[in-house]
């Protein structure tokens, strides 16, 4: 009995990664910006996604630090940016290493996924 409905969960998940619209292009990417002795990195969404605010996304450092993307700029209910959150990189730190998890929606979605970069 356990064999038929392991096999109807793998089909389920496998046929969800096969969309026929699946996307070639990332969901996210990390501008940084390096000026007076700081530097600032902006999570950028690729068109038709959305990030969510409610869930801000996290740069967790190799150390354990976790830093926290934001920004002001945000749809009226405080659901998604409608600009790009930045965040800025403690101390001379010129370059972004760790582990970024963000949570986005495409513009047609109700529900919001995970995403997790190693950067």
């Known amino acids: 009995m356990r064999w038929p409905v392991l ?3 793998a089909v389920a ?10 996307r070639a292009t990332p969901l996210l990417h990390v501008v940084s910006e390096h000026s007076a002795g700081t530097t600032t990195l902006s999570l950028v969404a690729a068109p038709g996604i959305r990030i ?10 190799p150390d ?3 830093l ?10 405080s659901s998604y940016f409608t600009r790009p959150p930045t965040l800025l990189l403690p101390g001379e730190q010129r370059r ?9 929606c495409e513009a047609d979605e109700l529900v919001c996924r ?3 970069l190693r950067l």
């Not at 926290?68 to 209910?77: E, K, L």
């Open 68 to 77: 926290r993307f934001d920004s002001p700029h945000q749809t009226p209910d």
């Open 52 to 61: 969510n605010a409610r869930v801000k996304p996290a740069l967790e450092l």
């Open 7 to 9: 096999a109807a969960v």
């Open 13 to 22: 998940v496998v046929g969800s990664g096969c969309r026929p619209n699946a």
């Open 114 to 116: 995970s995403v997790v």
């Open 96 to 104: 972004a290493e760790g582990t970024l998890r963000a949570s986005v």
């Open 64 to 66: 354990g630090t976790v």
